[in-house]
């Protein structure tokens, strides 16, 4: 299904010249960015990368074209080149989308499209449009950035004008196959096991996203609730120089999330929660030398949320704060903090122009639930840690 909705979006695209009246009648815009980062920690390397002795492999580089053909029709593509550690070092396509508007009340997308859920995934992958550089991790994963921003299938969009004294409402409903590449990080404790999965895992998902813009200027409230179906794959299982191959299933998610934000002036704050309910990896080898070994059921049930607020200091300064925090529920109680993760934040982005700005930033994280693996840290991990992040951007 993936790649005939992505086909279809790059045979629109590429078959617009040819029945529009001309360029100028497709409003055609261009626009993208590219990002490089510095990570540094005082304990654990994070994130895949060699972060303790200080590491530059963070590199982000986006372009996207979108043309209008019709009134109502408006399609689009956009690419990346990501790197970040081991997660990744490719050209990926983030979206590739057809969206047509009904009218000012309804409209659907289709293609590969951005998930709609909690407050700022569709803004996850323009970083000039904020100010932290990296989102709060309990509920914007920045290891599986790719996987959860967007899916194949399709969105519903429309808002309803309520009185002045009720405000406004808008909802989203989606539906399609998500897809886990065999490198995201959502497998990274799998990988580290000997479990290798080729070819990701896969499953169809749908969700909902209501957001009710309150009478008080600037404030809203936002509920989303997701499900995600089984996602199923094969792997391959290295152990004491024996391989097995066999199947993989992470079982289904129920997903509610809950927000609130408000916007004034120079000023933001907002508050988000959610949580995965309890689910499990499911790993049952099929072929290899026998006895087989068993490999366990490992359930998961994180709990997250966050608070932030920014402040425009000028108008090229804007300061901002945010803890955020994931803990696992099913997980056993230690000391070593690997069930949670508290991460305290202080970010600060200068803007030198419309085109250029920097970041710098400031995590003190507690715990190893979350941003962490086995393999950058094989002298074990640290139970806290403090990140410093440098980040230079252009954009046009």
Request: overall charge neutral.
């Amino acid at each position: 299904m993936k790649r005939l909705l992505v086909g279809a979006i790059a045979l629109a695209l590429g078959a617009i010249p040819a029945t529009a009246q001309s360029l100028e009648d497709l409003n055609i815009q261009i626009h993208g960015y590219a990002t490089q980062g510095f990570l540094y920690t005082t304990n654990n390397n994070i994130l895949t990368t060699n972060s303790s002795t200080g590491s530059p492999d963070w590199t982000d580089a986006v372009v996207n074209l979108t043309a209008q053909p019709l009134p109502k029709l408006r399609v689009g593509v956009q690419a990346r080149y990501f790197l970040l550690g081991s997660y990744s070092n490719q050209f990926l396509i983030d979206w590739a989308a057809a969206d047509y508007k009904v009218n000012e009340k309804f409209g659907v997308r289709f293609g590969k499209v951005k998930t709609p859920a909690s407050l700022f995934n569709e803004i996850l992958d323009i970083d000039p449009g904020y100010i932290w550089s990296i989102m709060p991790q309990g509920v914007y994963t920045l290891s599986s950035r790719e996987s959860f921003l967007a899916h194949y299938g399709g969105v519903t969009y429309g808002k309803v004008n309520l009185s002045k004294s009720a405000g406004k409402l808008n909802c989203w409903t989606w539906i399609g196959e998500r897809v886990i590449a065999s490198n995201d990080g959502f497998l990274l404790p799998s990988a580290e096991k000997g479990i290798v999965v080729p070819n990701g895992v896969n499953g169809w998902m749908g969700g909902a996203h209501l957001a009710w813009q309150l009478p008080i200027p600037g404030a809203k409230v936002g509920a989303t609730y997701a499900y995600q179906a089984p996602r199923t794959g094969t792997f391959n299982y290295t152990t004491k120089g024996l391989t097995y191959t066999g199947n993989m299933v992470r079982s289904e998610i129920k997903n509610p999330d809950y927000y609130g934000q408000y916007e004034s002036g120079k000023f933001m704050a907002a508050a988000e929660w959610e949580r995965k309910a309890t689910y499990y990896e499911i790993d049952t080898i099929t072929a290899g030398a026998t006895p087989f070994p068993t490999l366990a059921k490992i359930p998961t049930d994180p709990h997250m949320w966050y608070a932030m607020a920014t402040y425009k200091v000028t108008g090229k300064l804007t300061a901002g704060v945010y803890d955020s925090q994931w803990v696992n529920r099913s997980a056993a109680l230690s000391t070593s903090g690997a069930r949670f993760s508290k991460d305290w934040d202080i970010s600060a982005r200068y803007d030198i122009n419309e085109f250029l700005y920097v970041k710098a930033e400031e995590h003190f994280i507690d715990g190893t639930g979350l941003v962490y693996d086995t393999n950058m840290n094989l002298g074990g991990l640290k139970p806290t840690t403090t990140l410093t992040i440098f980040k230079a951007g252009v954009s046009f």
